[in-house]
């Protein structure tokens, strides 16, 4: 079967949309850190709007920190995949040629050194989920694992803001993709401690004067693509995509208009640029990655392998729509005009979307990053007084007690001991009671203390 390439692309049907640019006559402009689907879903179909209304030299050129699986797809394809878009109105797709160069960082470090120290580069995005940040249970850096890893965005950024200080270049503006609370900060706060840790004062002075790392909320689902989907994609196409994407149609992206320099009219595609992302950060975290979570550890526990099926369980779905929009969207203050009924609404809606198959356990993965700012923020606010917040919380306890071993955590060793040694009363009190790890996050009373073991216990 046809690969899709450059000298391919041609021969794509009709229907399939292409990019509105020459791709040969655009400079690399973005540097994109963590290449996985999201990104590809997101934040290059962004770039591609952008160029495609005339912007020029913002071409993305992206790097996998370790694992060379993407690199490997996109790299004979020339940088070219398709995005899918799904719904019960049937299928869209789309050729995206934003990106131009794929790296491996592990691999060539050397490479992706030169790219952020170029001239041409203005902008750094980032996907590396909440665990590539490198934060503590405190949220302070974690300056011990960064120096232990060797490969972390840290190591990279922190060598660009040398070298381009050296070399008598602009200051970038790194932009966070992840779900983390004030994403930008965390960023901001990491490059400046690990410039700290080399002794890179002078340099860690001109980063925190002239550098900038806005706040970002992003917002598109896409679930891990199969064999199948791969498959199904080759019978469209005529030719075989290795790149492929699969997503929904709605996405969304707020950005604080905080740039060190010019930036890419991500806005012709649809995103904000606003003053402050903190409301939509809060309620995107709060009401769809926290009510994505309860439906990942209930729906596990119930047998279903995907969301869709969980949203539609008489049994969960009550607890979700409790945990949304009693207890996430009353948890904080929302921004004029945002309407938070509607908004919850319309993720119950995506959530029952038959045709895009996520994964329940793709959502579990790294669980013990994700509780704190989905559900320990709104327990915070509320009080404590949120059954079901609560409720998804002891089923996330659960998760980590009965053997899901194969799912990623960071700290899957030291919750897996944590049970070895007890039950649940003193896993509860290790993670959250005085002096416990997740403590700073929410400490529960005494009631609330006793509702959650009881719901942990065997």
């Known amino acids: 079967m046809t690969r899709l390439s450059e000298a391919t692309a041609a021969a794509l049907p009709a229907a399939v949309a292409r990019p509105g640019y020459d791709r040969a006559s655009q400079r690399i402009g973005i540097v994109h850190i963590g290449l996985g689907a999201f990104h590809r879903a997101h934040q290059a179909v962004y770039t591609d709007d952008a160029m495609a209304a005339g912007d020029r030299d913002w071409a993305i050129a992206a790097a996998s920190l370790r694992s060379s699986g993407v690199c490997d797809a996109l790299a004979p394809q020339d940088g070219l995949y398709t995005v899918t878009e799904r719904s019960g109105a049937g299928e869209a797709v789309r050729l995206i040629g934003a990106i131009r160069e794929v790296t491996v960082a592990a691999k060539a470090p050397e490479r992706l050194a030169a790219l952020l120290a170029s001239a041409d580069t203005r902008v750094v995005t980032l996907t590396v989920t909440e665990k590539g940040y490198w934060r503590r249970p405190d949220g302070a850096t974690d300056l011990a694992g960064i120096v232990a890893d060797g490969n972390s965005i840290y190591h990279y950024l922190a060598q660009a803001v040398v070298a381009r200080r050296a070399a008598g270049l602009g200051p970038l503006t790194l932009v966070s993709c992840d779900n983390l609370p004030d994403n930008g900060r965390v960023l901001r706060a990491g490059v400046s401690a690990f ?37 199904k994609v080759e019978a469209a196409l005529g030719m075989r995509d290795e790149a492929a994407v699969i997503t929904e149609p709605y996405r969304q992206w707020v950005i604080e208009d905080d740039f060190a320099g010019d930036r890419p009219r991500w806005d012709v595609g649809g995103a904000q640029f606003v003053a402050d992302v903190a409301p939509y950060e809060t309620a995107k975290l709060r009401m769809l990655n926290g009510a994505h979570s309860a439906l990942a550890y209930l729906g596990l526990e119930r047998g279903h392998a995907f969301v869709h099926q969980a949203v539609a369980d008489p049994t969960i779905r009550p607890v979700v ?124 009373t005494e009631a609330q203390r006793a509702a959650l073991v009881r719901q942990v216990a065997p």
């Open 195 to 231: 410039l700290d840790h080399r002794g890179q004062g002078a340099a860690r002075d001109w980063f925190e004067r002239d550098w900038r790392c806005p706040n970002t909320m992003v917002d598109r689902i896409v679930p891990a693509v199969t064999d199948a989907d791969r498959a």
């Open 321 to 444: 729509e409790a945990l949304m929009r009693d207890e996430a969207a009353t948890s904080f203050t929302a921004a004029k005009g945002q309407a938070l009924g509607p908004y919850a609404d319309a993720l119950l809606a995506r959530f029952a979307n038959v045709t895009l198959e996520h994964r329940l356990s793709q959502i579990a993965s790294d669980g013990s990053q994700k509780v704190g700012p989905r559900w320990l923020s709104s327990l915070s606010a509320h009080g404590g007084d949120a059954p079901a917040t609560l409720t998804a919380l002891a089923a996330w306890l659960r998760f980590i007690r009965t053997g899901h071993d194969a799912s990623p955590d960071p700290r899957r060793a030291e919750l897996a001991g944590l049970w070895a040694k007890g039950d649940a009363a003193s896993v509860v009190d290790a993670l959250f009671g005085p002096g416990g790890s997740m403590a700073s996050q929410w400490q529960p």
